[in-house]
């Protein structure tokens, strides 16, 4: 029983697992400054769901050293929060010259 | 500011001669007569209503209470470079009565670009010296005090009565060592950043936290591969000093979390929100 269950629980995560990666979620992507070089200014990206905005700065090819702000629906954020459908996520640039 | 004496003094002076408004001439004769500073006369000739004709085209927008706040104020620039030159030029026109500035560079050939006070002429002079020589041209009611010390570790008497402090360092590490001594200090700080056609301003209320959070994920600044060029400079400069003078006169003071990004070459101005 507690195997059948075990099993069961396996089953399903590897089903939800499955899923994430074929049902994918729009959000619309803000790029800022020099994060524009090569890229683009503004994009409706698809990923898939419950991506983290770490999956997408890496889906762009955004390294650590070249972000310094991350927004997502104009709050601050960090790499490990997950996105949403339909969520606006804006990048930016670290500056420090004066 | 003044003794009963002086202030009898000085309204006798005035009012014999019949001023509409006083000159920066007449304001000096004013003071070495009756013995009080340039700023004592200017202040006092503004509750007399004798306005100094070097404030005529701000009284519109600040009023006569705004300028006499500002003459009352002490404000510290940190940093006396590319925003710090553009800074300390409006701070000392638009007539902020003390001035603490801090840097410990001299100038030199890069600085030529963009900051106010770098000239072909004064390269290997003190910036401190160099802002006090500028004072002195444009507004001499000013005090001004000059320091070369590191800000986290400028004295208490110096840095002490502070009303706003203005970031225009450039580098990470010593705006948080600044932001951090403001946050001890209970003083509001005005943050201000530049590099290539991008800038970004923001008011740090003490204790926030808020330049921990804009710089949390910082890793190489873009001014490295950009530059500093002129015009960007200037914009966040100007965008500060109205933040600082704002406070200073007491009218609404940002509390929230935001910050201004600005990029020249898009005309993009976004303002950001931080939790």
Known sequence: MKMARQANRNWLSLVSHRLTKVIRMVLEVRLFATLRDGRFKRKAMSLPAASCLGDLLKSLKITEKEFGILLVNGRSASPEYTLAPHDVVSIFPSLGGG | ?275
């Not at chain 2, 804009?214 to 500093?228: C, P, V």
């Open chain 2, 1 to 275: 500011m003044l003794t009963q004496k002086e202030r009898e003094l000085l309204g006798k002076i005035l009012s014999k001669q019949k001023l509409q408004g006083l000159t920066p001439k007449q304001a000096e004769e004013v003071a070495q007569q009756a013995k009080v500073s340039l700023k004592a006369v200017e202040y006092f000739a503004l509750e007399k209503g004798y306005l100094p004709r070097r404030y005529h085209c701000n009284i519109g927008t600040l009023g006569v209470c705004g300028q006499r706040k500002l003459l009352e104020k002490k404000v510290i620039i940190s940093g006396l470079g590319g925003l710090g030159g553009y800074v300390l030029e409006q701070l000392g026109r638009v007539g902020v009565g003390r001035i603490v500035g801090v840097d410990p560079d001299v100038f030199e050939e890069t600085n030529l670009n963009r900051q106010l006070l770098a000239e072909e002429g004064n390269l290997g002079n003190k910036k401190i010296d160099e802002a006090e020589k500028r004072l002195g041209k444009i507004n001499r009611a000013v005090e001004f005090v000059g320091s070369a010390t590191p800000i986290d570790k400028l004295p208490q008497e110096v840095f002490g009565g502070a009303n706003v402090v203005f970031d225009c360092l450039d580098n990470v590490a010593d705006r948080m060592r600044l932001a951090k001594r403001c946050s001890t200090e209970d003083v509001p700080l005005v943050h201000g950043a530049v590099a290539g056609w991008y800038g970004q301003v923001a008011v740090v209320c003490p204790g926030s936290g808020l330049l921990e959070k804009i710089y949390q994920h910082h890793g190489r600044s873009i001014e490295q591969d950009l530059g500093t060029p002129p015009f960007t400079a200037t914009v966040a400069a100007g965008l500060m000093v109205a933040a600082g003078v704002q406070i200073l006169i007491g009218n609404s003071f940002a509390k929230e979390m935001k910050m201004l990004f600005f990029d020249l070459s898009e005309n993009e101005w976004e303002t950001i929100a931080f939790k």
